[in-house]
Structures are given as C-alpha cells and as structure tokens.
C-alpha cells in the first residue's frame, strides 16, 4: 500500500517564502527534526522543524498554535525538548503530527500568524546532536567502497565471502558523535611506519572521511524479539548524513582479527536534520541483488523490500582546505554517488541487527558504511579517490591531497528528486579538521 499522501504534492507550498526557492533543501514536503538553541544562549535545547531558510520552535509552536487534542499530546514530547520520546511513537502517530505541521505551514493557514511568531532564522541557531544516541552501529553496505578497500588491504581477497550473504556491521561508539559546524581533532595513535618492525605513537598521517547516511531508529524491539522484515519500517524514524572520520594508518595495524577501533571511535559527524522515512516516501525504488549473485536468506526477504526497499539519493562529498577559506574560494566537489547502489536497504540493516534479539532503542543510529558508486572517481573517501594514498588529488587552487590536511572543511550533502516530486535536501555535514595534541 502507497503511503504517498497530500504531503507529498510537489506543487504544495507553504507561507514561509523560503520554502518554496527551487533550490531549498526545507521545502514544506520535507520537515525534518532538530535540536537548536539560540545562538550564543544558554537556553536548555528544543526541537525544531527546518523549513526553508527558518525553524519552526516546536516549544513556542506547541503552545501558540491550535492543534487537535490529538496531536497536542504528541507534540508534548516536542515542546520539551525530547525528540528519543516521540521517536518511540507508532509510524501513524508520527505520521499524525506531519499532516499537522503540514497543514500549519501550508500557504493560506489560518494558523500563519501565530507560526510567524514561532520562527527562527536558521542563521541565528545553534544546532545540537538531535536526539540521546544510546548505541551507534556502522554498517559497510556499500559494495563498491568494500570491493576498492578491500583490493587494498588485501589483493587477493578483495571481497570476503561473508560478504553477499550478511549485512556487515561493528559497533561503534556514540559518546564522539558531534553535529555539522564541529572541529574534529586529528587523532594520535599507533602507527606502524612502512618498513618499521616496531610500531610508534604518532599523530595519523592518513586521516580520511567516510561519505555515509544514518538511519535513526523510532520504536524499539524487547531483548530477545527479532523485528521482521515486514515490522522494519514501523522501526525507521529517519535518516542523516553521516561522516564515519577514518584513521587509516591506525585502522590497517589494529583491524585485524576484530575490525575497527580507535582508527573509528574518536569522532562521527552528524548532520543536525533528520529527515524522516515519511518526507522519503517518494523517492522508493525497486531492491535486488544480481542474478548471479546469492540471494537474501528468508529473514532477510519481503516482497515489499524486492519491490520498494531501496531508495535513490544523491549524494555528493566537498573540500575547502584553509588555504581556500582564507582566499575566499568556494569549497570544490570531490566527487558524487548515490544511494542506489548500496548492497543492503536500510530495512535489511535494521531487521538483521535485531536478528539475535539484540533490542534496538528510539534514538539508536545505524550508518549505512561508505557509499561509493561504481566508477573510480566515485569514491566516499580518501582512500578509494588516492589509491591508497598512491596519487594525489588535484584542486583547483592548485593544492594536492592523498589523505586530509590540518585545516581542511569536508562537508557532506545529499538531496532526492524526482519527476513528480519535490526535490528534498538532507543539509550539510561539516566539520574542520585541528591539529593532533602534542605527544
Ligand atoms: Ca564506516
């Protein structure tokens, strides 16, 4: 059954006149979530709605705006300032209040004059992480970045047999998540020097992003109760961007025998909207691996995954180095991909990591692994653009980079379109790059 409804005519517009320019990531059909306050208070954070250049303050909305009594109670939650509460709302709940805030927004609302007093420039708000993430899982369902990765570490084995059969994944860390506008400090750790026979402690000299998005998890199975394929969606809330910081010359001495852990767990960049799984409705596509290749195990499989399970966004990774910002030159695009081509869908991803019982929670967040398309110059990092770091980009300045300099602003975007639909945007994901402390 379709879930396209009236919030997703493209023609829709709303009274905030920013959300109806062309090219606005926060059309009315969009309406993600986000933690702000204002910038330079010291007021407790609270949620909002981005909607063109604008946030609407749920806080102030609550109260100001009239509402079924409904969806009142639903947007308590909201005017508290705890989004992990209402993430554990039914879909048709959460669904319940985006009609409403549709309704609200839309131009001709009886209801524009007391909103008007609800918004804030979005120039004039700090963004915060947008929800308590107990648990951070990532994922590496993106094929073409595991086949060009693993030709690097290992030649002869690129991709591991497991891979076609298990949506692979390791448990990150969420205490070093941080939201778009963040530093990230370049790590020390122990290296091992090519040709050295004894590792040292070092700043990483191969500091690399990872171009990603993050699936926020709404309600939450018991300990012990896998989520079938045909309850994943119930479970999705919504997704970000999501930057996976890498230390490479860390990640290839420790990785083995049991993947990913101080070469990952010192910083992830979120972006501060989640757009939710609703505002994606359109933009569905048909699901299948190769022919040729296995095909799901039965827990894995729905008709409705095989026929709507995947989704198509586009995705796109900048650069501005300091010696760009300070000249005043415009970030330049590395490189684009899409989510198309990752190898599991986000309702495999969740279905399989309650598989064992193991209990999600509202809030929790599952990174999809690096999106890379299948052209060389489709890389989501460094790594895969530099060959392992053998060749050297060039930029428009003239600058080369192998891996990420001191300095250097790596921001994320991703967008939907589509004939037939509004196009909607995710925001950017952003973060500069300090030093390493001294050793
Ligand atoms: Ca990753």
């Known amino acids: 059954m379709s879930l396209l409804d009236h919030t997703h005519n493209p023609e829709a517009q709303s009274f905030v006149a920013s959300a109806n320019l062309a090219g606005t990531d926060f059309p009315l059909q969009n309406l993600p979530y986000g933690l702000f306050r204002r910038a330079g208070s010291n007021e407790s954070a ?18 100001a705006g009239r509402w079924s009594s409904a969806v009142q109670v639903l947007l308590q939650p909201l005017a508290d300032g705890d989004l992990n509460s209402f993430m554990a709302q039914s879909a048709s709940k959460r669904r319940l209040v985006r009609h409403a805030l549709f309704d609200a927004l839309a131009e001709g609302s009886k209801q524009q004059s007391a909103l008007t007093a609800c918004l804030l ?20 369902t993106g094929i073409h970045h595991a086949t060009t990765v693993g030709k690097l570490f290992r030649p002869d084995n690129p991709l591991l047999p497991n891979y076609k059969w298990v949506p692979i994944g390791y448990h990150g860390r969420s205490s070093s998540i941080g939201v778009s506008g963040s530093t990230v400090r370049r790590p020390l750790g122990q290296l091992m020097p090519p040709g050295a026979e004894v590792p040292v402690r ?6 690399d992003h990872e171009l ?22 119930e ?10 910081w890498s230390a490479r010359d860390m990640q290839g001495w420790e990785y083995q025998p049991l993947g990913p852990f101080l070469a990952k767990n010192f910083a992830t960049t979120i972006s501060p909207w989640i757009v939710s799984m609703d505002a994606l409705e359109p933009f569905r596509i048909a699901f299948a691996h190769p022919a040729s290749d296995p095909q799901p195990l039965p827990y894995l499989d729905s008709d409705k995954n095989r026929s709507e399970g995947g989704y198509e966004i586009e995705l796109e ?22 989510f198309k081509h990752a190898y599991w869908t986000l309702a495999q991803m969740l279905t399989h990591h309650a598989s064992n019982g193991c209990n999600l929670q509202p809030g929790d967040l599952l990174g999809t692994g690096t999106q890379s398309g299948p052209e060389a110059s489709e890389g989501g990092s460094m790594l895969e653009l530099s060959l392992g770091g053998k060749q050297s980009l060039g930029l428009p300045n003239g600058e080369t980079r192998a891996f990420l300099a001191d300095g250097d602003c790596v921001s994320l975007r991703a967008f939907a379109s589509k004939d037939g639909a509004r196009r909607i945007g995710f925001g950017e994901c952003s973060a500069t790059i300090v030093p390493a402390p001294q050793v």
């Open 212 to 233: 990603e998005l993050g699936l926020f998890v709404a309600g939450g199975n018991a300990l012990g109760e896998p989520i079938p394929m045909a309850d994943a969606d």
């Open 317 to 338: 990774v900048w650069l501005q180095t300091e010696t760009m910002r300070a000249a005043g030159e415009p970030a330049t695009r590395l490189m684009r991909s899409n």
């Open 235 to 244: 479970h999705m809330f919504g997704v970000t961007l999501l930057n996976d």
């Open 46 to 63: 609270r949620v909002g709605i981005a909607i063109g250049d604008q946030i609407l303050d749920l806080r102030l909305a609550a109260s």
């Open 121 to 140: 420039p979005q120039a004039q708000a700090q963004m915060a992480v947008p929800c308590r993430i107990g648990d951070y899982t990532d994922f590496y």
């Open 202 to 207: 070092a700043a990483c000299k191969r500091l």
